[in-house]
């Protein structure tokens, strides 16, 4: 069963989980690959939150990719991040990347020691909307924010990042699928978590 | 920390300058406010629009305070080291009507303390997250703001989201939640 149905099919046509909280985890994967799709997500929800922990490692994993169903993403898609690495603060400003990566949303730290770890999470607000047109036009559009802490040593990254798609042809409203890709498809370490959640 | 819907408001009927909460429960320790939005105004560029909160509707009591730090498409923008004794309290931007052929919308959370006039905690404060990326990047930004209003011991029981230059566009909607 993809990622994202099995919650659909618990909460059937209501959309209730039976909860007074209005957030609930739709999915949460420990997969170690690189990059995860989700799937069949749920139209009951205003919001979703995903949010992604990755534990400290040797490795060099680069960036932090996303799309919503196509990839590379339209030409219509952009993203500017503001970041942080030290005592610099940083503007970058881009569009569809390579074919494999999607659209870039963060800048995180290449160099993460193993006695720290990587944290982003993003919302996509009222992802479930239909698109419209003109001036009623309602483009799908995401936040993010981060932070990769690296004690002992450089590199110490934060930001906020802006995800918004207009008019191509991989412009999808409403979204009911999100891919989240960390650098360039390295496997990323053992207790790597990603979740899902849904915000009514 | 739970996280209660408690209403939702939107410029679907009519585009319209001024979004308002009412009757905002005192029962949470504080508030997040969630939503998208643009303005019908033709801006100029980069963060030329302006979304501002007036807190219990306040529109001349000169209580409001901001900060800013943000990132347009040309620069690192300075800080806003403080713009004190105003009566709105900026937390946001938008990309406006001329923005590269399209209504990009802008992406906003605030989160807002102190709500409820409790005296030992001070004023209401704010902390609020804004950002566009628009189709050649020169309406986008991302930014941070940080705010208070002087509301002593009187509880913030409405919240007005302004749309300084022109009015919301119709898509326009926020959601606002309570957080124990």
Redesign the interface.
Known sequence: MPLGAAKAALLGAAGSGGS????EPIETSTSTAASLTFTSIPQTY??LWFVWTIPGNASNWGNFYAWATTDPMAG?S?????YQYNAT???W???AQGTGYGLKMAYGDDNVGTATSQYHEF?W??YS?VQ?S??????P???G?GYGPNPGASNFYQY?????E??GAGTVMPITELTVKFGDGTALPSGTTRTLYG?? | MALEFIAEIDANSVDTENLVFSAIPQTYESLRLMGVGNTDYAVAQSMGGTFSLQFNEETTDSKHGFMRIAADYYQILLNIEGTYSDNTAECGSMSGTTSESGYYPATYIVDIYNYKGVAATGSVQYFARSTTATAANQYSHNAYYAGTYGNGTTPITSLQLKSALGNWMRYSKFSLYGRD
Do not use: C, E, P
């Not at chain 1, 952009?78 to 503001?82: A, G, H, V």
């Not at chain 1, 003109?134 to 483009?139: F, K, L, N, P, Q």
């Not at chain 1, 906020?160 to 918004?164: G, K, R, S």
């Open positions: 007074d909280s209005a957030m205003k919001h219509d952009r993203s500017q991040i503001f603060r940083v503007k400003s881009g569009g919302t607000m009222y909307d419209g003109g001036t009623t036009t309602r483009w559009s995401a936040i924010q906020l990042t802006a995800w918004n207009y008019g915000i009514n």
